[in-house]
């Protein structure tokens, strides 16, 4: 992928080997983006994007224009048919059906216009679409009308298809097919609650339908539903059910329904899941049923085990185990082993093996090695992949809007920690700090490197906020200002933005019932335990059985600290209310004493009538 003129270009091959030939290019794609929403394809693509019985296999060429709120598109070129069965014919006499290999061999032509423009400010819920395709090979051929609406709104999202031809040619059954076909899709969702949505699909497809791929969209009657229901976060279960059938055919109908409980706690404990299926089939003559169980172990943050077990009719089991790790040479390798089984009352057992390593190398590359053995023998995998050519902002202007290519700046600083304390770097001084988390906007991030420098070589102009992660620094170091900057970008410009870090202090004092009211704490009176000490800045403790409270990682000021007086004994108050207390970096404030006093009794006093 690259630029070229005020555009971005896509090009994607692949070729392959095999004993009887030599390697070759199978197939490729190259796609031409420009700001003002034109897009051009030559190669190998698929076609219908917006219309699902538009779409084919095509090698041609394909155009979208965008022309007000709508966007036109064009396409041409001959389709891979699939794998054709056809019945062939000598002096009126049918012979076995003969099967024809795969080839471009089908002319394809078609166009269609749909709202969806990226260029529309409008938004709207609704997405139209309408268009026409006409294909014609060797063993089919057809004209094909179709239309669509989609409607995805908060809580309902629906997905409606229709489509109407005229097809002759041969089916995938080898059955002659000339004559007129409907067909139509819908799908919809509908979230109840957030804890609670149901589905249902309806989807019928003519007899005498025919498309430019063999068996792309035989003749089928559908009808599916079900429902998803999370009565907890860490509980979800799901019903589905469906019935297919083939019209004009009694002899084919299958039925299928599946439950499904996922038990994920979060964290670090382990997740669960069980689902069982059921399945018949009128042809089949036969009854089906699998249960599956498993759940997946997370010992630590790099390591994981994960097993599973299926139940099976007559007798039929499978299972597997894998354990995954990826903590290895500086989390730069991660390993995965594992090993399966599987057995049926009419075969035998038969077990395999799988091992696969996957290594972070420089330059964004990655290599992985996979290895697996089954009675079919060993096969081993090993691939590379990379980036050949890569600028370090790249990502980010290939994958930005074609319109905001060329209106990118740069944000750049130091993070350290302020040794003397003055508001200022001073090499040889101050200490810059290293995989230090920056964020842009929260959604972009880098670290510092071992000057503490941090770099955004590709930021959207305008108004931006730069902030400091910080979790990802050392426990007592903290932000003597606030850890988020704003920052005004304009296009090609550079802005610096640092952060300075200085060492955190503490307060330590003690509670008590200062029962003569002195403000010190003398022998007999008696210390508070399990009462709330807070700081206007948000940081709280509680006392322990002796009446003292520490309050760590402070930055270095004046802190205002004071008694919740909700966690007080009944009838008593603080004494002071609040105190006003200067921490200093990397030391501690002792001895600050918070006294707890009664609250006298109130006296009523009334007057004396007189006559």
Partial sequence: MGRVGDGRFYFTSNASKSS????????FTFILERPNGQRFTAGDFGTGTALQFLSANVRGGMFAIPIGRFVVT??????????????????????????????????????SVSTASANSRRVSPWTLAAGAMRFAGPSRKGDVYTASANYNGSRFRLQSDAAFGKFNGFSSDGLRINGTAPAIDFSATYQIADSLSVQGRYAFIGRNFLSPQTGARDPLDLKAAGVNWSPRKWLSTSFNA??????????????????????????????????????SSIQARSSTSNAQFGANFLINDSNSLEVSQGIGSKRSLTGQIDWRTSNLLGKRLSFTAGAGYSYGQNSK????ERITASLTLPRQTSLQVSYMNTNA???????????????????????????????????SGRVYQDVDMNGRFDAGVDKPQAD??????????VLSDSAGQYSFDAVLAGDHKVFLDLMSVRADLTLLSGGEHAAALKAGSSSTVDFRLVRTGRLRGRVWLDANENGKFDEGEKPLADVRVVTASGRDTL?????????????PGEHVILIDEKTLPEKTRSAAGSLSMEVFPGRETSDVALAVIFIPAEVKRFGTKTN
């Fill in 436 to 445: 230090v988390k920056v964020q842009v906007d929260g959604n972009r991030y």
């Fill in 377 to 411: 023998g060993p096969t081993l995998l090993v691939s590379i992949k990379g980036s050949l050519f890569r600028k370090r902002e790249s990502s980010v202007f290939l994958n930005a809007p074609l319109s905001e290519v060329n209106s990118f700046a740069k944000v």
């Fill in 74 to 111: 064009a396409f041409a070129g001959r389709a891979n048919s699939g794998t054709v069965v056809t019945p062939l014919v000598i002096d009126g006499d049918p012979l076995p059906q003969v099967i024809t290999a795969p080839r471009y061999d089908t002319n394809v032509f078609g166009f």
């Fill in 242 to 279: 469906s019935v297919v059938k083939r019209p004009g055919d009694q002899t084919k109908q299958d039925r299928s329904a599946t439950v499904a409980i996922a038990i994920t706690p979060g964290g670090t404990h382990s997740r669960f899941y069980f689902s069982h299926t059921q399945n």
């Fill in 543 to 555: 006392t322990d059985a002796d009446g003292f409270y520490v309050i760590g990682d402070l930055a």
């Fill in 349 to 352: 057992f038969s077990a395999y």
């Fill in 20 to 27: 009887s030939q030599s390697i070759r290019p199978r197939n």
